[in-house]
């Protein structure tokens, strides 16, 4: 038993890039928990390198702890106030904890920092939806579209937007153009 754990130790990564680079492979293997421990490993290896930071709040946000995932967005952003995706994701788990404003201000840092992410565009009009800012909304559901025309999830978004305002017809449009993409959603 014992030249297994050896074995094991000798085969670990030696620095934070190969950690996050096993936490990533144990992610996509199924394996959340245990890519959170690599992730983990590669800060504490090197505490100023983003991406574990990014990828650890990724697992975090996923597994229903949106207040420890903000956390390790903060982090990452620091290290890296130009990661974008970052900003994003920041923003997702903010929507999760009802903080809405809040939300919208991360999305915006991430257009700004690359005004040709569709989710970005995107998620800011879902935001501005639930806070009944419908016009606003579709404003950035049609930007987000320009982007990506083939995300069913911005299309199925702007008839929702639509429907609210009324505009049911324009938004029957928008909702069998979602579904022609992704027809799960007509389930």
Known sequence: MPKKETISKKN???DAEAWNNKGNTLNNRGKPEEAVKCYEKAIEINPNYAEPWYNKGNILGGLGKPEEAVKCYEKAIEINPNLAEAWVNKGNALIGLGKLEEAIKCFEKAIEINPKLAEAWNNKGGALGVL???EEAIK???KAIEINPNDARTWYNKSLALDYLG???????CYEKAVKINPDLAK
């Open 12 to 14: 670990e990564p030696k």
């Open 167 to 173: 505009k049911h017809e324009e938004a029957m449009k």
């Open 140 to 142: 950035c559901f049609e």
């Open 132 to 134: 009944g800012k419908f």
